[in-house]
């Protein structure tokens, strides 16, 4: 079964569309890790939005870098990631709602350490004071580590390029 997986691995890089930038991975690999990050970053929305935050923090390392100063209007910082998630289930509970999508992700990996960026969008839903919608578009840098656990995101940086809506969306903790 191990023979035919790699098999069918070959076959399918034989088969893909050559970048035309020259910036092929050199080996199945790097492919492999390639994927790998790409996954975590877009299983952390996955998580929020099902509010299992469980699930999102086993993504992180112990400590993370977050910048959500477009966003938030506070400086980045080094926080306990448990504190990133705490916050996060602080806000969006119960009767608030969301949806997290991604797309362009862009990898670079050297040795142990690698960099997803993409093109996100958010979307929150909360009856309550007017348009129930607030939305944000923005770009997304995650910075991960490998280590004995897998891959972990130890930095975190949205900035924001558009958003839409009713603000009271946004700041208001959902009930």
């Known amino acids: 079964m191990n023979a035919l997986r ?4 070959a076959a399918g890089l034989a088969l893909a569309p050559v970048d035309a930038g020259g910036a092929e991975p050199a080996d199945w ?7 790998a990050v790409i996954r975590i970053a877009d299983a952390i929305d996955r998580a929020v939005d099902a509010q299992d935050w469980k699930l999102a923090r086993s993504y992180f390392a112990d400590r993370v870098t977050v910048d959500f ?3 938030s209007g506070q400086p980045p910082a080094t926080i306990a990631s448990d504190d990133l998630i705490g916050t996060w289930a602080a806000n969006l509970k119960g009767s608030k709602t969301s949806l997290h999508l991604r797309t362009n992700h862009q990898v670079v990996i050297e040795a142990d350490t690698a960099t997803v960026r993409s093109n ?27 280590s004995g656990a897998g891959w972990k995101v130890d930095g975190f940086t949205f900035r924001m390029t558009h958003e839409r809506g009713n603000p009271w969306v946004k700041t208001t903790p959902g009930q």
């Open 6 to 9: 790699h098999v069918t691995f």
């Open 29 to 35: 690999k790097v492919l492999a890790d390639e994927r």
């Open 69 to 71: 100063s477009t966003l």
């Open 120 to 146: 996100g969008y958010a979307w929150n839903r909360m009856e309550g004071n007017g348009d129930p919608l607030w939305e944000v578009w923005g770009t997304y840098e995650h910075h991960l580590i490998r």
